[in-house]
């Protein structure tokens, strides 16, 4: 498990779940390296502005992942994390690498409003 504040996607079931009940979702896929814990913070800073976005993360490396690692969105991704949003269960955004908080609300914004 991450060692986040997020919640965690441990599962493809979790994630599954996650997607059903929530209308807009932002999960971060990576590992605790420098180029994911930026955004980690980011993503737990938000989470109290951003009341109408579900924030979660889940470990790269799992298997489950592959629901994310093998989205077409990030077919060509070669840095992580790769941070994928989505709204009513479809993904409406896919990024990698680190991004500053200008960057994800900026994404947050023009996706899913305040």
């Known amino acids: ?3 986040t504040n997020l919640t965690h996607v441990l599962s493809e079931q979790d994630h599954s779940k996650i997607l059903q009940e929530n209308e807009n979702v932002m999960i971060c ?9 930026p ?5 737990e800073e938000l989470e109290s502005e951003y009341k109408n976005v579900k924030f979660a993360d889940m470990e790269f490396d799992t298997p489950d992942a592959k629901v994310i690692r093998n989205l077409p969105e990030c ?3 070669q840095g992580i ?5 989505y709204k009513n269960g479809q993904v409406v955004k896919a990024t990698s ?3 500053s908080i200008e960057q994800v609300t900026t994404i947050l914004d023009q996706n ?3």
């Not at 994390?81 to 949003?85: E, H, I, M, R, S």
């Open 1 to 3: 498990m991450l060692h």
């Open 29 to 37: 896929c990576g590992r605790m390296g420098p180029m994911c814990i």
């Open 39 to 43: 955004v980690y913070e980011v993503m």
């Open 75 to 77: 077919r060509s991704f």
């Open 81 to 85: 994390p790769f941070v994928v949003y």
């Open 97 to 99: 690498s680190i991004q």
């Open 112 to 114: 899913f409003g305040k």
